[in-house]
């Protein structure tokens, strides 16, 4: 990876901050493959949202409940 230092005026960064942005919408809105059916803002959705979360909090609580919660998603 190369570093190169330069310098900008606020246009060139607003530009820059407006593309990262959207860039980073994007991938959120396309985390999720489609193979899991879950229509963005769908219940589902929401309980994969909240999995995931618990999932990365590292908190052994809200861990367990993510395995909960994924179980009782499959036997639906």
């Given amino acids: 990876m190369r570093l190169y ?3 900008m ?3 060139l ?3 820059i901050r407006k593309i990262v942005r959207e860039i980073l919408e994007k991938d ?8 899991y059916g ?3 803002g769908s219940k589902r959705d929401k309980q994969l949202d ?3 979360a618990d999932l990365e909090s590292g908190d052994p609580e809200r861990i ?5 919660r994924r179980e009782k998603m ?3």
């Fill in 64 to 68: 367990q409940r993510a395995y909960n």
């Fill in 50 to 52: 909240m999995t995931k």
């Fill in 5 to 7: 230092l330069i310098t």
């Fill in 28 to 35: 959120v809105v396309a985390a999720r493959p489609r193979a």
């Fill in 9 to 11: 005026d606020d246009n």
């Fill in 38 to 40: 879950a229509p963005e």
């Fill in 13 to 15: 960064e607003n530009a």
């Fill in 74 to 76: 499959e036997k639906g």
